[in-house]
């Protein structure tokens, strides 16, 4: 864990509208659940289906995480972020609209290219995404940990920068046969395994 990144006993309440993965903002074969916090895939596998946020950001220092319920099986899982351009029939970070982490290798993909970046994730992990919207940098963290070196608290060594806004929070899944992929967003700070960092707000505010 980086400095100001500790396992999170907060609950604070907040009049901020509730953050949770889109009934529209998705692709037909997700499924949700958990009151539309849990995203889980049906349909055939080895097709990807996209899901992405309700609300997404344009500027300040934001975090959320996404839990991987289920995904060791063929983990090829993606978490990240995305415009609304970005197709919701390949893995986030496919196209030039997408940037995420990616858990069969741990990689990072935006515009189909993959790059070294960090460990490989799947079932039970919980990935962590900082946004800086004033240079439009990207950090990921697994189990509190941030991949690649970086510090998001420091802006040092992020695994993406320039990216545009106004991004969203999203996830790709690939497997429906059981055990099907199934994540759970996490965007307000009583849902968080890990608090954000010093400077950085839950995606939801509250």
Do not use: C
């Amino acid at each position: 864990m980086i400095p100001g990144i500790v396992a999170s006993g907060m609950r604070v309440s907040s009049g901020a509208p509730a953050v949770t993965w889109s009934q529209t903002d998705k692709n037909a074969s997700i499924a949700l659940s958990n009151g539309n916090l849990t995203a889980t895939k049906n349909g055939a596998d080895g097709a990807y289906g996209a899901i992405r946020a309700t609300q997404g950001a344009s500027a300040g220092k934001l975090y959320f995480e996404v839990l991987i319920v289920a995904g060791t099986t063929s983990p090829f899982i993606t978490v990240g972020l995305a415009l609304a351009a970005a197709s919701l029939t390949v893995y986030t970070g496919a196209d030039a609209s997408g940037w995420g982490y990616y858990g069969q290798t741990g990689q990072k993909a935006t515009n189909a290219v993959l790059s070294t970046y960090g460990a490989a994730f799947g079932t039970g992990d919980v990935i962590g995404v900082f946004y800086d919207g004033s240079t439009g940098s990207v950090w990921f963290a697994k189990n509190g940990l941030v991949q690649g070196g970086g510090d998001p608290v420091a802006g040092t060594s992020p695994a993406f920068t320039g990216v545009p806004n106004t991004v969203i929070p999203s996830a790709a899944l690939w497997r429906a046969s059981s055990p099907a992929h199934a994540v759970t967003g996490r965007f307000k700070t009583s849902d968080f395994s890990y608090a954000p960092p010093t400077g950085y707000s839950s995606w939801s505010g509250g």
